[in-house]
């Protein structure tokens, strides 16, 4: 099993800056692709952005030049810089890792940090 610990959610106003981490852990596992989603309440869950274990990233339209995905292999840590928020980006944030163990992959969730962004 891997465990993922978001941390870096809150309150901020429009324009501000949030940094979310979340750190994996896991005895036996290798961490490999990781992500960040984001949901709000009645809609479906979205992509955000993904981060492969070479640090080759994707994002979603939506947030392109804004939000910035990064990792520290050594420390199973995932991070999500935002910026320029927008109180549409008001969700909850989710972060996701594939674990590999013994050659086969497995998917897993955090537990979600809320984001609000608004004056």
């Known amino acids: 099993q891997v465990q993922l610990v978001e941390s870096g959610g809150g309150l901020v106003q429009p324009g501000g800056s949030l940094r979310l981490s979340c750190v994996g852990s896991g005895r036996g596992f290798t961490i490999g692709d990781m992500a960040w989603y984001r949901q709000v309440p009645g809609k479906q869950r979205e992509l955000v952005a993904t981060i492969t274990i070479t640090r080759s990233s994707n994002y979603a339209d939506s947030v392109k030049g804004r939000f910035t995905i990064s990792r520290d292999n050594a420390k199973n840590t995932v991070y999500l810089q935002l910026n320029s928020l927008k109180p549409e980006d008001t969700a909850v944030y989710y972060c996701?890792?594939?674990?590999?163990?013994?050659?086969?992959?497995?998917?897993?969730w955090g537990q979600g940090t809320q984001v609000t962004v608004s004056s």
């Open positions: 996701y890792a594939v674990g590999i163990n013994s050659g086969r992959k497995y998917q897993y």
